[in-house]
């Protein structure tokens, strides 16, 4: 069964499930098809994006296809508020695995996993040679606050951070504790490699309360 997303608009007192509009609106998505939240791989020269219409976004648990960004381009002031564990498929390709953008944006995590996927693609080489790791992981490009966001077992670099304005990240685990040992591809290697915790290019960002599981430093700037 595909992707479902949801908009659930409020308009003068009524209640209604319709297409997103600029009104202020719930989007809840939920396990299926992602269907334009999507962008397809190079492999298909069909790119889905859409501009979320909705203020609030809510994200329940579900997988994401592979070969696929889940990709959030958010209307200023938006909070998103993630309800469950978010997977990937697994597929060699450059990535990245999500992307969010926008101003002012309210990004809650809750404690909730996301899953890289990342025994899959460790060889010991990183993205010095090997398979091609999907990277970033998380491409984040908001200003505002992201919180409590736990990412476990990415292919590659994790975070990229880059704000147009004043950002907050905290909260954040990042836990490659899993590529710390040889696996059946790396020749007696730690699995995993270049798994860069924060890779920053911004100004006015803070990064703090956070916590870093991997094989190389935790924040490169």
Same mark, same amino acid.
Request: proline letters at 5%; hydrophobic letters at 35%; one cysteine or more.
């Given at each position: 069964?595909?992707?479902q997303?949801t908009?659930?608009?409020?308009?003068?007192?009524k209640?209604?499930?319709?297409a997103? @509009?600029?009104?202020?609106?719930v989007q809840?998505?939920?396990?299926?098809?992602?269907?334009?939240?999507l962008h397809?791989?190079?492999?298909?020269?069909?790119r889905?994006?859409?501009?979320?219409?909705c203020? @609030?976004?809510?994200? *329940?648990a579900?997988t994401v296809p592979?070969?696929?960004?889940?990709?959030? *381009?958010?209307l200023e002031?938006? @909070? +998103?508020? %993630?309800?469950?564990?978010?997977?990937f498929?697994?597929l060699? /390709?450059?990535?990245?695995l999500?992307e969010?953008k926008?101003?002012?944006v309210?990004?809650?995590?809750?404690?909730?996993? /996301?899953?890289?996927?990342?025994?899959?693609? /460790?060889?010991?080489?990183?993205t010095n040679g090997? +398979?091609?790791?999907?990277?970033?992981?998380?491409k984040i490009?908001?200003?505002?606050?992201?919180?409590?966001?736990?990412?476990?077992?990415?292919?590659?670099q994790c975070?990229?951070?880059?704000n147009?304005?004043?950002? +907050?990240?905290?909260g954040?685990? +990042? *836990?490659?504790?899993?590529?710390?040992?040889?696996?059946?591809?790396?020749?007696?290697?730690?699995?995993?490699h270049?798994t860069?915790?924060?890779?920053?290019?911004?100004?006015d960002? %803070?990064v703090?309360?956070s916590?870093?599981?991997n094989?190389?430093?935790?924040i490169i700037?």
């Amino acid at each position: 069964m595909g992707s479902q997303v949801t908009n659930i608009c409020y308009k003068k007192g009524k209640l209604g499930i319709s297409a997103a @509009t600029k009104y202020s609106c719930v989007q809840i998505i939920r396990s299926g098809s992602l269907c334009s939240l999507l962008h397809r791989s190079a492999r298909s020269p069909r790119r889905h994006h859409r501009r979320v219409q909705c203020t @609030t976004v809510n994200i *329940d648990a579900f997988t994401v296809p592979a070969g696929q960004t889940f990709n959030l *381009d958010l209307l200023e002031g938006t @909070t +998103v508020n %993630v309800l469950g564990e978010i997977q990937f498929g697994n597929l060699s /390709w450059a990535g990245p695995l999500f992307e969010v953008k926008g101003t002012n944006v309210t990004f809650n995590g809750n404690g909730q996993i /996301w899953d890289g996927g990342g025994p899959f693609y /460790w060889d010991g080489l990183g993205t010095n040679g090997g +398979v091609t790791k999907p990277r970033p992981m998380m491409k984040i490009e908001i200003s505002g606050t992201l919180s409590d966001v736990h990412v476990v077992n990415a292919p590659a670099q994790c975070f990229s951070l880059t704000n147009p304005g004043p950002l +907050v990240v905290s909260g954040i685990i +990042v *836990d490659d504790s899993q590529g710390n040992y040889p696996n059946a591809n790396s020749n007696g290697l730690p699995a995993g490699h270049n798994t860069d915790g924060f890779d920053v290019s911004g100004n006015d960002l %803070v990064v703090e309360k956070s916590v870093v599981i991997n094989q190389v430093p935790g924040i490169i700037s």
